[in-house]
């Protein structure tokens, strides 16, 4: 039988009601979760332990380095077959893609969560965790990466958003869907996963701001995080990859004094490419040394550009990083 290490990390899985304050906060063991989990001793040999009880908003990068490796710890034994984490879902994304990024095993890491707290009417966090568990002992999820699961759906952690505030469905993958399912506990997988991608990298640069565009905007953000000391900037351009012209001069200068700049799209799908030559469209943008993104949202962009500048400084290799097989 198959042995799955399930690490829980916070998040409303672990939450129920505190009446005094009527709002959910951590108080669930991994323990009391697993004992809702019935019925999983027939498909798995399943060791928890506990690495923290924060909400999603609490997560920063360094903790998702310290998380990675205590991941790569249990990945390194021979008798663990997957690891699972659970997470809170407002930063579930990044995590996942933290860890994707950062994680180099052929072995399944399984990211799941719960839309709804224990206190909660068809509270989903046991059945997730018994998902995504069998996810976890599953032969076809080896050398897939890091996989979301919820709602019995599975997706790739560099292609997945929380799309929806409530919905127990909120994991989607809007550019090219998921990449399997669980049914009746067996994992079905309809399309291959992303290209792999791993920086390896123990460094972080924290100092990374992402910055959305929008009508009429000009450069004072870009200019106060440069003064800031920001090593890296992620700007979410409109369309293509395009920004209002009072934003371009601004960009220009900060990549001069040696910032890297990463171009993405504000549209939910959808690749950034230097189609337009007006100011601040994605040519200029290109003719300045701006990096782009591909079809990435912002906030993965940060994760992927904090570590790649914890791993170097040099602008080349960071396009590299970001541009190789995309353009």
């Known amino acids: 039988m198959s042995k799955v290490v399930v690490i829980f990390n916070g998040g409303t899985i672990s939450m129920k009601v505190d009446e005094k304050i009527k709002a ?3 108080n ?12 999983i001793e027939s498909y798995a040999e399943v060791e928890s332990y506990t690495f923290s009880s924060l909400p999603s ?14 991941v790569k710890k249990f990945l390194e034994r021979e008798d663990v077959d997957g690891v699972v984490v659970t997470h809170g879902t407002d930063t579930l994304e990044e995590t996942a893609y933290f860890l994707q990024l950062t994680i180099n ?5 399984v990211v799941t969560g719960s839309m709804r707290n224990s206190s909660e009417l068809g509270y989903d966090g046991p059945a997730n965790l018994a998902a995504s568990i069998c996810t976890a002992t599953s032969k076809e ?13 599975l997706n790739c952690a560099s292609e997945v958003t929380k799309s929806h505030s409530m919905h127990l469905n909120t994991f989607q993958s809007p550019e090219f869907g998921p990449i399997g399912i669980v049914d009746s506990n067996e994992v079905r ?3 291959g996963s992303t290209t792999k991608e791993y920086i390896n990298t123990d460094v972080i640069e924290n100092n990374v701001q992402l910055i959305k565009s929008c009508a009429g905007m000009d450069g004072t953000l870009i200019d106060y995080c440069v003064s800031q000391g920001a090593k890296g900037l992620v700007i979410e351009a409109m369309g293509r990859g395009n920004i ?10 900060a990549i001069n004094k040696g910032v890297a700049v990463v171009i993405v799209s504000r549209c939910y799908k959808g690749r950034v490419l230097d189609s337009y030559g007006y100011e601040g469209g994605g040519k200029q943008l290109r003719n300045m040394g701006v990096i782009f993104g591909d079809s990435m949202p912002g906030q993965k962009a940060r994760i992927k550009m904090i570590l790649a500048l914890g791993k170097t400084r040099n ?13």
């Open 315 to 327: 602008l080349d290799e960071i396009r590299e990083v970001f541009e190789k097989g995309h353009y």
């Open 28 to 39: 669930l063991t991994g323990e009391e979760i697993m004992s809702m989990v019935t019925g």
């Open 57 to 70: 908003p609490h997560m920063t990068p360094d903790i998702m380095m310290e998380l990675s490796n205590y």
């Open 24 to 26: 959910a906060v951590p």
């Open 105 to 109: 095993s052929e072995k399944p890491v």
């Open 189 to 191: 997988f309809y399309r």
């Open 141 to 153: 999820s080896r050398n897939r990466g890091v996989i979301v699961c919820l709602n019995n759906e």
């Open 244 to 253: 209002p012209p009072l934003m371009a001069n601004s960009v220009e200068k």
